[in-house]
């Protein structure tokens, strides 16, 4: 077992979680990483090393949009690591147009919120087992323009959306990440484990990839340095290795300051938070049998 903190980050091969992997491997951790492409794989790794060459990296390589990979995924890491310190559900993406997943979900529901929910079920003994252990969901104020919460029929729905509307898909998402992480709070209140979900603000990564205009509309924020990564990054470091936040859960932070914000209803509504944590149990009951 690792002398280090065992960290384990999702989304870790491009954008905030790249830059957030790097700079948690400087304040000295273990990283556990999973990755869908060995190529980035091995570039991540390489800016690991080349800012803290003594950190020990680790692949765990599968498709995040697929709960048999998450399944056998977090198993592995649960086998390999009795004990998580931090767990970081960063991976994500938005999507602009409806692709069905070979499970029958919808690609974007799928990788930004049930993933999480999955990995996090399938490592919560490990994360027990830590003295601190620390979820962090990264999520979005973009849960603002979610339209209306219909559980659970937004956990299955399949319909086709435009660009448009993906705007409220994608929102709707980053709003179940954030009543998760409420109900996460919850589920381990009996123990020391913390669970806090992050706003890291508009960053200029690849996370609108299947938009055309993407790599162009990229190159000129960022010669604005329009949405910088960097800044969300932060938080994301902040909230795994920063002593001030030791002990606080439940709580959904936003970048650029330390204070707590509250988020769009039904964000804060603990009916709809443990409603949610129910049907989503119910939906993911094959995948979660150890």
């Known amino acids: 077992m690792s002398k280090y903190p065992i960290v384990v980050i999702t989304g870790a091969t491009s954008g905030i979680g790249q830059i957030?992997?790097?700079?948690?491997?400087?304040?000295?951790?273990?990283?556990?990483?999973?990755?869908?492409?060995?190529?980035?794989?091995?570039t991540t790794e390489?800016?690991?090393?080349?800012a803290s060459p003594d950190t020990e990296v680790d692949f765990y390589?599968?498709?995040?949009?697929?709960?048999?990979?998450?399944?056998?995924?977090?198993?592995?890491i649960k086998e390999n690591y009795s004990k998580v310190d931090v767990l970081i559900n960063n991976a994500g993406l938005h999507g602009f147009e409806q692709r069905i997943t070979s499970e029958g979900f919808a690609e974007m529901i799928a990788v930004n919120y049930l993933t999480p929910w999955l990995l996090t079920d399938l490592l919560k003994?490990?994360?027990?087992n830590?003295?601190?252990?620390k979820i962090i969901n990264v999520a979005s104020e973009s849960s603002r323009n979610h339209g209306k919460l219909r559980l659970p029929d937004n956990l299955t729905n399949t319909s086709p959306f435009t660009i448009k509307g993906s705007s409220e898909i994608y929102g709707k998402t980053k709003l179940l990440n954030i009543m998760?992480?409420?109900?996460?709070?919850?589920?381990?209140?009996?123990?020391?484990v913390t669970a806090n979900a992050l706003n890291p603000g508009f960053n200029n990564t690849g996370l609108g990839r299947d938009l055309r205009i993407s790599t162009v509309l990229g190159?000129?924020?960022?010669?604005?340095?329009?949405?910088?990564?960097?800044?969300?990054?932060?938080?994301?470091v902040r909230l795994a290795t920063d002593p001030k936040f030791e002990n606080i859960t439940g709580r959904y932070y936003t970048v650029g300051t330390d204070a707590e914000i509250d988020p769009v209803y039904p964000g804060n509504d603990m009916f709809m938070q443990q409603s949610l944590?129910?049907?989503?149990?119910?939906?993911l009951l094959e995948y979660t049998k150890k």
């Open 130 to 133: 830590a003295e601190n252990g």
């Open 125 to 128: 003994e490990s994360l027990v």
């Open 219 to 236: 190159k000129i924020l960022k010669l604005f340095n329009i949405g910088n990564p960097k800044r969300g990054a932060d938080l994301i």
């Open 277 to 283: 944590w129910k049907v989503t149990e119910e939906l």
């Open 46 to 50: 390489k800016l690991i090393k080349e």
């Open 180 to 192: 998760f992480t409420y109900e996460l709070s919850r589920q381990f209140s009996n123990t020391k």
């Open 20 to 42: 957030a992997a790097v700079e948690i491997a400087k304040r000295g951790a273990k990283l556990v990483m999973t990755a869908r492409n060995e190529e980035r794989a091995k």
């Open 61 to 76: 390589y599968g498709d995040l949009s697929l709960m048999k990979d998450t399944r056998r995924i977090g198993l592995e």
